[in-house]
């Protein structure tokens, strides 16, 4: 009977191989890369600048994006994204910054030639790694090798890992060159730029430029902060300083292909934030809306959720002091009206007095104060903790060390309906965020009474938002029915009465679902495209998330 | 027999312990960890290790998880239910996927059983040729792919069953990823009872059982049936496997909310618990089905049971 | 022991009997123009190297051939005891595999195979496998038939019945098997046993008991037996009346005495110095040189001509008719014909002859059953 057990053993083993290690079977492990007979540090040939140049500029990300991804992907043309962050002019912040990136071959041999003659060697080769978990940045990396080769005569190897696989080799810095992406957290600049801000986090640890570090000083904590031109301005030229010296290649700004059911229409598409299902209407005899997702719901608790499906069911629920219109600026919502002190550093909020929650309690004050501290609260450790920080409350991030009592957090109630906030240092982009989940409030009584369990079941879930939670099929489909109680329901009766997301993965099928009239909104993947792209209800949107390649000059093996 | 069996559980029990530590000791291995968002700093990072306790040696959070499994507790997921307790997550999509899987894996053994049968009797037939190109299919065609086709032409095509799982239409939405995982096991099934029966069909004793007279119908049923299935259990096991791995793909491409699409996202996300769990669950239905078919095999094969009981 | 053959008790009548078999490179002439008998209470031997012929004119008797077979001619005449009790006579070629497994098989005519391992279903109790063909055959009840199989048990020399009615074949030793296997031919008291090599699987020591046995229960039930057999060794033991068969066909046949002392045909010489036997070096004997025919081909003259040390320019060119050399003996040999030059039976053949015919004699009597197994 013993090779039952050894089977068993080995159906779990194989289970989990084939689960995880199925792309890395064919891949090489990054550290094999670092080749004595090149050259003695590979690390050197990132940190010239002339190689670091050329291998941007032998990129056609044009040919990238409407070639190879086809999927509403643009060409890169910095490190900010487009559409995403508008200056205090109104303007969008690529309007201002002007296109920074540059496709020309010949300058690229030019640069590359002299590289060469920098480093004293004769050619070139380089590994680039990226993930494996979508398609688009194989096919990206595959485009990118052809061209470096064709274009530079540079042998590039590829390395695919899973995503999890390929952020853990690069925090390590045992890679050469990654393809990596962001995905805002809110409608600035910023969230791109403290990326490479040398004394912020862990996000880069191979690139350091002190005037790059000075200009962020300036416009986040110094004296432009609280002058949103002059803050601006400073975000400008620190752009073109990473830039210019190449700390970072930017390849393509992602975008998304859908099928939207024609007879649908006011889907709000965030490029930095979250999606809103809000304000749909369905020209269908039903009113439900059929939205196919590809990842699953992870959690209704606002304070706990990191993904952006999780974040768009909680819009729904709850409802934040603002909202963003259809041009992603905040307007009122939860709150009727606000004032920002002169300094820019005090927002009083005074709450709407007809908003009730679901169980008949009206909206207090305390509701975000008790909020806004459970998210900063050390016990919880909440992975969006950081934002409060990012806003500037008030001793925001000694309070999430646990440094100072929660008590100390720069939020008070000073009546029912007036909750002030207050910042350490400016912020333009503060009431944008009080769109997000984050910044929600919550019930302390409700809370109180169902602590561990609070969000896990309907029962466990409090609403003042336009839908209440209906029915939650876990790991299927999640359903939102109007809520009766809510504050605008009249205004709110135009829209869909019923909002059902389910989790499908198999996008194929999901396709297949709207064609049959079944779904309303499918997200497509990139093979998908071609058949799908005369389908009336074909759309392509841009999304916030910016890709880029990170050229590690600190190769550890 | 009692005594067989209670030493087949025992033995089940030590495999499932064994499995759990080897799990455990993988998830070690595995790169990433559930906490490995872009925007966490080292820092949070740390401090939510601590949180879950993940920066005990490996021993002792070893010791810890088998002390709370012993009393139902499976901890709590880190990232595809923040929070919630994965005994609890596991409940529903587990009764999903036994119910899809059994049906499938019914659906397929009764048919194959049905076709090799069929085609060990009218040998070189039309139904022969049927069986083979069952089986060949069967084999060689992807439960993933089969499942696609399976949507795009009876779903899509001839809308006759739901493309998508649909809890208001369980039984049809049943339907597709049956008829999808039912393939492997119709396959081999019914390569295997061809053979076998085709095998006890010219054997000694069947030439006997005709010497004496019997009747075709009783040869079959009472005689060659029953000698033909005792081979076709030992190779249950194998087919279980594929329908378990199979059950994966399939419950992705129809949209189940069964305990395979949550392995699968819970092994992307690193979330090791529901990991674990999932793959513990895994283990536990392999082990329970071969302790079944262990039974059943002393059932139907004396030369096993006599043997067992004069032990 | 060589009874008189009354034509009023003749069983089974087979004449001219022609078998073929379709086969992927052909067609196989297996069975060429069979004639035998067999009377009441008699047994005969059908005796023969492996390929001869004699399973394949059992298996047809027993509508158990092969699906590729086809009987080309002949007939095969049965005669038995009908449902009311009046004779009656059949030509089994003229009746499909199915009437004759569903009519005669159990009832009328019963088989013993070769090897007890393999010839009882491992699924079924002993005790299943004889009742399941009294319980489809006679209208009896389950206690009844349980009853008689026990008793058939006893009568085979097993000893518990009870238990061992119980038991699945693989608890039960080689010898018990066969034993079982004869209990399961004798339960429906048939008129002919097939016994087709019943001893070879078997231990020598074995081999002597379960001969014996199928000997007392023919005697007790009246059976007319046909062993199927090339160990002439058995033949000595058991038999009446011998048929040699090679290529597909009766070379030589006649009773016990005239076959086995009086051998004509140098095939059978071969045959019997073949036997094993300690005093002698077989070698030195006879041996037949070569190998049997290919029966794919038409067979021109005599088809043991190419490994006949004897072979007359004849033998190349007609087939030998069956010459009558006295008695119940004939012979298909052209040595047989008054005009062929005398050919003498080895020396040493003539020897061993000598020496079993005075062994023989000297047995006699049955030797005690019951056996340890």
Redesign the interface.
Known sequence: MNYRKTLAAALALAMLAGCSGGTSAASTPASSAAEPASTVDVSAQYKNLNFRKALSLSIDRNQIAELVLKDGSIAAEGFIPKDFAYGPDGKDYRETAGNLIEYDVAKAKELLEEAKKELGVDNFSVELLYETDSEAPGKVCAAIQQMWQDNLGINVTLVSKTKKERLALMNALTYEIGLTRWGPDYADPQTYLDLFYSHSSGYNNYYFNDEYDALLDKAETGEDAADPEKRWADMVAAEKVIIDDMGLIPVFQNGSAMLINPAVSGIEFHNAGVDSYREVTVNKDDKTLNVAINADLNTMDHHVATDGGSFIMQSLCIGGLAKLDENAQPVEDLAESWEISDDGLEYTFHLRKDAKWSNGTPLTANDFVFAWRRLDDPELQSEYAFILDTIHVKNAKACQEGELPLEELGVKAVDDNTFVVTLDIPCGFALGLMAFPSFFPLNEEFFNAHKDTYAQSLDDLLYIGPYVFSNWEENHEYTFTKNPNYWDAANQAKYADEIVFTFVSEAQSAALSYQQGNTDVVTLTGDLVDQYKSDPGFVTRLQGYAWRLNLNQMIKE | MSKYILK?VL?SI??LS??IF??FL?LDF????P??????????KA??YT?YGLDKPFFVRFLKYLTAMLKGDLGNSY??????AVAD?LK??LGVSIRVGALGMLLGTVIGLGLGIAAALKHNSWVDTLCSVVSILGVSVPAYVFA?LL??FV??KL?WI????N?KKVMASFVGPMIALAMSPMANVSRFTRAEMIDVLG???I??????????K?LIM??AL??TL?PIITIM?PIL?NL??GS?VVE???????IG?????A????DYNV?IAC?FV??AM??VM?LII?IMYGI????IR?AKEGS | MTAKRDKKDRVLSVRDLNISFQTANGKVNAIRGVRMDLFKGETIAIVGESGSGKSVTVKTIMGILAGNGTIESGKIDYTFTNENGEQEMVDMTKLSQKEIRYRFNGKHIAMVFQDPMTSLDPTMTIGKQITEGMLLHENISKEEAKNRAIHLLEEVGIENPEKRFKQYPHQLSGGMRQRVVIAIALACNPDILICDEPTTALDVTIQARILEVIKRLQKEHNISVIYITHDLGVVAKVADYVDVMYAGRIIEKGNINEVFYDPRHPYTWGLLASMPDTDTDSKRLFAIPGTPPNLLEEIVGDAFAPRNPFALAIDYKAEPPMFNVGGQHRVASWLCDPRAPKVELPEQLKERLAKMKAESERVTGITPLQEGE
């Open positions: 087949r033995i030590l495999t064994a499995i080897v799990l993988m595995m790169p990433g960890s906490f490995n968002d872009e925007k966490l700093t080292a820092a949070q401090l939510l949180k990232v595809l239910n923040k929070n919630k997550m529903g999509p696609l949507a795009y779903g899509f809308g739901p493309i998508l799982y809890s054997s000694d004793y030439l006997l059982v005709q010497a004496k007279g019997v009747r075709q009783d009472k005689h029953r000698n005792i096991g496997v378990l791995t994966m992705k491409v129809f949209g189940v909310p069964g699409t949550m392995m699968v996202t092994i992307q996300s690193n990991t793959a895994y283990s392999y082990i071969m262990d139907i094969d004396p030369r006599v």
